[in-house]
């Protein structure tokens, strides 16, 4: 089993930036896909961006081209690095493989995009 530690969320004016991280606590290299997901309030969790071991990424159709993921094997680590947010961003933000393994949900980081 993996555990999966998210940081880097926080409270950011619309059209600002942040950048999520997702600290593994095992070798992700063996995962094929990795993926940032989110949950807003009332909603259900959605797939945001994917990573797979080859560098191949996918998007949601918000996101694209304000949201870039990347993934560091070596570190076992993978990011999110979000421009040109919006209200609509605002969830908590879970790291996860693609599929997603029940036991890997972490406890996620808060995104929130207000003025």
């Known amino acids: 089993q993996v555990q999966l530690v998210e940081s880097g969320g926080g409270l950011v004016q619309p059209g600002g930036s942040l950048r999520l991280s997702c600290a593994a606590s095992?070798?992700?290299?063996?995962?094929?896909?990795m993926a940032w997901h989110r949950q807003a309030p009332g909603k259900e969790r959605e797939v945001v961006a994917t990573v797979t071991n080859s560098d191949i990424t996918n998007y949601a159709d918000s996101v694209k081209g304000r949201f870039t993921i990347s993934r560091d094997n070596t570190q076992n680590m993978v990011y999110l690095q979000m421009n040109s947010l919006k209200p609509e961003d605002t969830a908590v933000y879970y790291c996860?493989?693609?599929?997603?393994?029940?036991?890997?949900w972490g406890q996620g980081t808060q995104v929130t995009v207000s003025s």
């Open positions: 095992g070798d992700i290299s063996r995962f094929y896909a």
């Open positions: 996860n493989t693609r599929p997603p393994r029940y036991n890997f």
